[in-house]
């Protein structure tokens, strides 16, 4: 009698140890399992708010070929005379076009902005003590430096150089190039994807 007794309890302890392994091996498991679909849908949420901030620099690059080919002009901001600003005072002033925070066409959920700005500018004065962190600076690309980028990539100066015309490019054109900045922002609840990408135009001749 005893011996069945402490049969049964050790079955009985055995069983306890069983069931605790048992209760800490699907706890691990649901924590992984939980921990892979977290990862996954952040990953998926990653890739469908690139997808529609991708589409966001799309919509702007056709904004500007729209325009230039309507209206027969490079779409300009409306700086001083001289094309110049004050930073960062009047850097808002480089935006030439704005597309509101809105429900995108390929995703309802997700919302999408999408900002365009003129980097043809020049800087008349730089106030240090209002410039903060997080503040859209769009990159200078004046004459000189449009002049460079086309003689390397847009215009061969080849031609140029064998007539002696002096400076690399000679001929380029700047006046006929516009350089912009198409900024987009995607937006799905609390997460958001930001991407810029800056573009050349060519006043058609």
């Known amino acids: 009698m005893k011996n069945l007794r402490k049969r049964e309890g050790a079955v009985l302890a055995l069983t306890l140890v069983v069931m605790v392994f048992g209760i800490a091996f699907a ?47 490079l779409p300009r901001f409306a700086g001083d005379i001289e094309g110049q600003i004050n930073v960062p005072d009047e850097l808002e002033s480089l935006r030439i076009k704005h597309f509101p925070l809105a429900p995108a066409s390929a995703d309802s959920d997700v919302e999408i902005e999408v900002e365009i700005y003129d980097l043809k500018y020049g800087i008349n004065a730089i106030d240090t003590g209002d410039l903060t962190p997080g503040n859209i600076f769009p990159p200078q690309l004046n004459e000189s430096m449009i002049e460079y980028i086309g003689s390397r990539h847009l215009f061969s100066s080849y031609a140029a150089s064998n007539r002696s015309e002096g400076t690399t490019g000679a001929g380029f054109g700047t006046d006929n190039y516009g350089a912009y900045l198409v900024r987009s922002r995607a937006v799905f609840g609390t997460r958001e994807k930001v991407l810029g990408e800056a573009v050349l135009r060519k006043l058609r001749d």
């Open 27 to 73: 706890g691990a498991a649901f924590y992984l399992v939980e921990n892979m679909f977290s990862t996954t849908m952040n990953v998926i949420h990653d890739v469908r708010l690139n997808n529609i901030a991708e589409g966001g620099i799309e919509i702007g690059k056709e904004w500007l070929e729209t325009f230039i080919e309507s209206e027969n002009r």
